[in-house]
Every structure is written in structure tokens, then in C-alpha cells.
């Protein structure tokens, strides 16, 4: 019996179209089909998914390395990998945030940052912080004026609006103590990991495409590499994360470190030691952006959105 393709309208016989591949079958869709779809697609040892994400990690660089070569439909496509990676680790890390507020535990960021605070021994032989000594700036002080001075000018550039809504927000800041606005400030960047990860792909593709300038490689393929690189980097920082081990958040950082300099090293064909002072050389500009896009995301939470 000869059908209809319900996806491009050629008439074939059999379950599959001769023109568009697509299976024949009913238009509206039911729970078991698309819940069967989703695990051969996505659990198959023999499907894509699965193949891709063992090759990201088993060796680094060579889904880069295999599009920059041609072959597009080997393995998912780089934007496909980048979304699923890291909306794997958003989901991670907003339950971890979640769950270390429920149970009063200070935000995760704010938790591996501290690791590096100098102690003291209390009497119970329990390690605490060590408490910082009163030198904020007195009223009748020097420094004091002088901030007071540079933060009226700077508040005189912005527009009124903005003026107005830093007052009405200052009244109400006020009340917070300092350990709340630091978990505001943490949690800001927890709810905004997906949005920075999109503001500095295209920007760290420009400064690796710099780096590696005169080696025949277009932005569009720095491009596809950053992407790799930042669905490789998201699964291994979201381990912490998922562990909710905070002290594992700086060794997992060195490992992702030596993961992206593997990468580029098979990716572009390229000594180790080739890769590694222009991942150093990446480095320094894609922290110093990343933590001035952060700090505009908390202050915008923390005066607006809060």
C-alpha cells in the first residue's frame, strides 16, 4: 500500500520514506514512542550520544579535530554537545545550591572559595576562620572622603533612573548583613552559569583564533573547538558539584586545565608545550572577562533583580 510521507509529502511504500528517511507512522505521537526514541537515541551504546561523550573524554581534541576535517555527521554536532553538557551542569549545580540551602550550608562557590582563608585553632581544637580585624575605613578618615568623593562623581555619570533605583535599593541593602549579600552575590552566579557560558564562548573563540593566527584554522573552527571545550569542562567541574564536595573543586580544576591543553594539542596539531603556553595565554583574558561579566551579573541581582 502506497503512503504518504507526513514529513515531505513524497508517496512510498514500506515504513520508511525513500526521500527524507523518516519512519511512517501516525502524526500525533504517543508516550511510548517518544519515550522509546529518546532512550535509543540517548542510551544505545551504539548511538551517537553515547559515542560522542566517550570520545570527548577518552581523547580530548578529536571531535574538534574530526569536524575540522569534514566529517559533520560522525559524531552530534558541537552545538548539540555544548547545550546538553551544560545544561547537565546548570541542573547539577542549581540542585546542589538548592540542597545546601535547604540544609543552611553556605553557597558552594562561596564554600571552595573559603578553603584557602588562613585558621585558627579554637579551644574545642575545631579549625575556624580567622577573624578580620576592624580596618574599614572611619568616617573622619582620609580614605574615607576620598571614596566618598569618587563614588558621588561616579554616581553623577549615570542616569537619573539608575540613580533613583540605587537609593530606593541602598535603603533597603542596608539592613543586610554581609554574609547575606555575599550569598546573594554566590547565588547569582549559581542561577547564571548558562548565560555567562553563552557571553564568553564567541569571546574566548577570538582570543584562541588570535593565538593560533597563521595555521590556517577560521574563527568558525576555534569556534567549534571553544564549544567542545567548555562541554568537556562543564562535565568535569560539574563532579564537584555532584558530590557536593567543595574541596575537590580546585584539583578538578587543574584536571580540566590539562584536559583543554590535551585538547588543543590533538585538535591543532601541535606540540605539548605549544598548547600549553597559549592555553596560559588564554587564560589570564578569558578570567579577567568571565570575572568582569560575573561581577556585572551579581551587581545587576543584587540592585535590581534582589
Same mark, same amino acid.
Given at each position: 500500500?502506497?503512503?504518504?510521507?507526513?514529513?515531505?509529502?513524497?508517496?512510498?511504500?514500506?515504513?520508511?520514506?525513500?526521500?527524507?528517511?523518516?519512519?511512517?507512522?501516525?502524526?500525533?505521537?504517543?508516550?511510548?514512542?517518544?519515550?522509546?526514541?529518546?532512550?535509543?537515541?540517548?542510551?544505545?551504546? $551504539?548511538? @551517537?550520544?553515547?559515542?560522542?561523550?566517550?570520545?570527548?573524554? %577518552?581523547?580530548? +581534541? *578529536?571531535?574538534? =579535530? /574530526?569536524? #575540522?576535517?569534514?566529517?559533520?555527521?560522525?559524531?552530534?554536532?558541537?552545538?548539540?554537545?555544548?547545550?546538553?553538557?551544560?545544561?547537565?551542569?546548570?541542573?547539577?549545580?542549581?540542585?546542589?545550591?538548592?540542597?545546601?540551602?535547604?540544609?543552611?550550608?553556605?553557597?558552594?562557590?562561596?564554600?571552595?572559595?573559603?578553603?584557602?582563608?588562613?585558621?585558627?585553632?579554637?579551644?574545642?581544637?575545631?579549625?575556624?576562620?580567622?577573624?578580620?580585624?576592624?580596618? $574599614?575605613? @572611619?568616617?573622619?578618615?582620609?580614605?574615607y572622603k576620598a571614596g %566618598?568623593?569618587? +563614588? *558621588?562623581?561616579? =554616581? /553623577?555619570? #549615570?542616569?537619573?533612573?539608575?540613580?533613583?533605583?540605587?537609593?530606593?535599593?541602598?535603603?533597603?541593602?542596608?539592613?543586610?548583613?554581609?554574609?547575606?549579600?555575599?550569598?546573594?552575590?554566590?547565588?547569582?552566579?549559581?542561577?547564571?552559569?548558562?548565560?555567562?557560558?553563552?557571553?564568553?564562548?564567541?569571546?574566548?573563540?577570538?582570543?584562541?583564533?588570535?593565538?593560533?593566527?597563521?595555521?590556517?584554522?577560521?574563527?568558525?573552527?576555534?569556534?567549534?573547538?571553544?564549544?567542545?571545550?567548555?562541554?568537556?569542562?562543564?562535565?568535569?567541574?560539574?563532579?564537584?558539584?555532584?558530590?557536593?564536595?567543595?574541596?575537590?573543586?580546585?584539583?578538578?580544576?587543574?584536571?580540566?586545565?590539562?584536559?583543554?591543553?590535551?585538547?588543543?594539542?590533538?585538535?591543532?596539531?601541535?606540540?605539548?608545550?605549544?598548547?600549553?603556553?597559549?592555553?596560559?595565554?588564554?587564560?589570564?583574558?578569558?578570567?579577567?572577562?568571565?570575572?568582569?561579566?560575573?561581577?556585572t551579573m551579581a551587581f545587576?541581582?543584587?540592585?535590581?533583580?534582589?
Amino acid at each position: 500500500m502506497r503512503v504518504t510521507c507526513l514529513n515531505c509529502a513524497t508517496e512510498f511504500e514500506g515504513k520508511f520514506c525513500p526521500n527524507c528517511g523518516q519512519k511512517h507512522g501516525p502524526a500525533m505521537p504517543d508516550t511510548r514512542e517518544v519515550i522509546g526514541d529518546l532512550l535509543r537515541s540517548a542510551l544505545s551504546p $551504539s548511538g @551517537k550520544i553515547v559515542e560522542t561523550l566517550v570520545t570527548l573524554f %577518552r581523547r580530548p +581534541g *578529536e571531535l574538534s =579535530k /574530526a569536524y #575540522l576535517s569534514g566529517q559533520r555527521n560522525r559524531y552530534v554536532h558541537p552545538v548539540r554537545v555544548y547545550l546538553l553538557c551544560v545544561f547537565v551542569f546548570v541542573a547539577i549545580a542549581s540542585l546542589n545550591g538548592t540542597w545546601r540551602s535547604w540544609t543552611g550550608q553556605k553557597p558552594f562557590e562561596q564554600a571552595s572559595s573559603e578553603i584557602f582563608k588562613p585558621a585558627t585553632q579554637s579551644s574545642e581544637g575545631q579549625s575556624t576562620q580567622t577573624p578580620k580585624p576592624d580596618d $574599614s575605613p @572611619k568616617p573622619d578618615s582620609a580614605s574615607y572622603k576620598a571614596g %566618598r568623593v569618587i +563614588g *558621588e562623581s561616579a =554616581k /553623577a555619570s #549615570l542616569p537619573p533612573w539608575l540613580q533613583e533605583k540605587m537609593r530606593e535599593r541602598a535603603k533597603t541593602m542596608g539592613e543586610r548583613s554581609a554574609a547575606e549579600m555575599e550569598r546573594r552575590v554566590y547565588r547569582s552566579l549559581t542561577q547564571n552559569y548558562s548565560l555567562l557560558f553563552a557571553l564568553l564562548v564567541p569571546i574566548m573563540a577570538f582570543i584562541n583564533w588570535m593565538l593560533y593566527a597563521g595555521r590556517g584554522i577560521t574563527y568558525g573552527g576555534h569556534f567549534v573547538f571553544v564549544l567542545h571545550a567548555t562541554a568537556g569542562g562543564s562535565l568535569i567541574f560539574a563532579l564537584p558539584y555532584l558530590f557536593n564536595a567543595p574541596l575537590a573543586y580546585w584539583p578538578v580544576t587543574l584536571v580540566a586545565m590539562l584536559w583543554q591543553i590535551l585538547s588543543a594539542r590533538h585538535a591543532f596539531g601541535v606540540s605539548l608545550w605549544a598548547a600549553f603556553w597559549r592555553y596560559v595565554a588564554y587564560l589570564l583574558p578569558s578570567m579577567i572577562i568571565s570575572g568582569v561579566m560575573g561581577i556585572t551579573m551579581a551587581f545587576y541581582h543584587v540592585v535590581f533583580a534582589g
